[in-house]
């Protein structure tokens, strides 16, 4: 399985997932155009690609999904109350490239199997997605107020996991946003810190290597060398060796991360 982060943040998200007979898309938060180009950054041929598949409604993940799934004639999968929800922006999908991705539901796209799960955001029914492939697991949870049990049993054991660490507190409560917006942000609808992140890792990780994309960072309330610097030292409090056990990757509002290659990872006793 290869893999990259194609953007992440409040302007825009979209995560690239290829096997050897699948290519896809998660989320097409920016315009065509963008995607396009981002996709050609990390050599590959929009017009390669096989489906799109959607976490929830909110317009930094549906920006460019109508005119992507139009142009290059992509069925696009998502739960029926995002379905629901789309913004008109988005425009119309035509009715044979619309498919239902049920929460808690799998979907098998070639060789690659596809597990969702929900989360807990301030849209119609997000969902966050669990991807298999020969042995090897990415899993990819952003947009989510907190981690629950179920969440933590979904992508437990994943020898990748993209994962939200959208902000440092002080940052957020000493900023410029109104008090609802922070409220907001600061819910279990909302997003989750960089220490909460952390926290919730500790109760993931294995310590088999895995590689960590802190993800969906705020442009406003974070920065990437804090969001580092915090979940690295949750980590390392609880005994995990950051870059042995663990490595920690930055990702961008703007460029992809580099084409990785996921395989399955020995698994320790």
């Not at 119609?124 to 107020?145: I, K, N, Q, S």
Request: hydrophobic share 40%; proline share 4%.
């Amino acid at each position: 399985m290869k893999y990259s982060v194609l953007a992440s943040g409040s302007s825009g998200n979209a995560l690239y997932v290829e096997t050897e007979r699948s290519r896809i898309l998660v989320d097409a938060g920016l315009s065509g155009k963008q995607l396009e180009n981002l996709l050609r950054s990390i050599d590959v041929d929009p017009s390669t690609l096989q489906a799109i598949l959607v976490t929830h409604e909110h317009s930094d993940h549906v920006k460019g999904l109508g005119v992507f799934a139009r142009r290059y004639r992509l069925p696009v999968y998502m739960n029926e109350a995002t379905w629901e929800n789309l913004p008109s922006g988005v425009g119309q999908i035509p009715p044979e490239q619309q498919h239902v991705f049920a929460t808690l539901a799998t979907l098998e796209l070639e060789d690659l199997t596809v597990e969702s799960f929900p989360i807990s955001h301030d849209a119609a029914e997000p969902m966050g997605f669990c991807f298999h492939h020969e042995g090897a697991r990415l899993g990819l949870v952003t947009d989510t107020g907190y981690i629950n049990r179920r969440i933590l049993e979904k992508v437990a054991g994943c020898d990748a996991l993209i994962f939200e660490s959208n902000h440092d507190v002080n940052m957020l409560r000493m900023g410029r946003y109104p008090w609802n917006v922070k409220r907001r942000i600061l819910s279990d609808v909302g997003h989750l810190s960089n220490e909460d992140a952390g926290w919730a890792l500790t109760e993931i990780l294995r310590g088999n290597g895995e590689d960590i994309f802190l993800a969906h960072l705020s442009q406003d309330n974070n920065l990437t060398e804090l969001a580092h610097l915090t979940v690295k030292g949750v980590l390392q409090e609880q005994g995990l060796r950051v870059g042995q056990d663990v490595r920690l990757w930055e990702t961008h509002p703007d460029r992809p991360t580099p084409l990785a290659t996921l395989e399955k990872k020995h698994r320790l006793l």
